[in-house]
């Protein structure tokens, strides 16, 4: 079985910092894309940013120059600082990996998610 556990979301206010942590663990062969996905109220899921194992990434252009996604291969994690955070990216965020297992079988992954409020 593989998993993803989150961590770093929380309050902060309006030009805050946040750092997302999401780690993969179990029966991995190989990790593909990981990113991040942020679902709101009353809006849609959207794609913040992905990491490519070859580290080429993309984001939502309604983040770039804020947000830097990351991935630390020998860890199996990827992270996401956010910075100049406003109030329209609270949500819920997700974490999303493409892995293939031991038994080479391959999918997309998700984390249980962490929510980001940002607010005075």
């Known amino acids: 079985q593989v998993q993803l556990v989150e961590s770093g979301g929380g309050l902060v206010q309006p030009g805050g910092s946040l750092r997302l942590s999401c780690a993969a663990s179990?029966?991995?062969?190989?990790?593909?894309?990981m990113g991040w996905y942020r679902h709101a109220p009353g809006k849609e899921r959207e794609l913040v940013a992905r990491i490519f194992s070859s580290g080429s990434t993309n984001a939502a252009d309604s983040v770039k120059g804020r947000f830097a996604i990351s991935r630390d291969n020998a860890k199996n994690t990827v992270y996401l600082q956010m910075n100049s955070l406003k109030p329209e990216d609270t949500a819920v965020y997700y974490c999303n990996a493409n892995i293939m297992d031991t038994l080479l079988l391959g999918r997309d992954y998700w984390g249980q998610g962490t929510q980001v409020t940002v607010s005075s």
């Open positions: 179990g029966s991995i062969f190989r990790i593909n894309a």
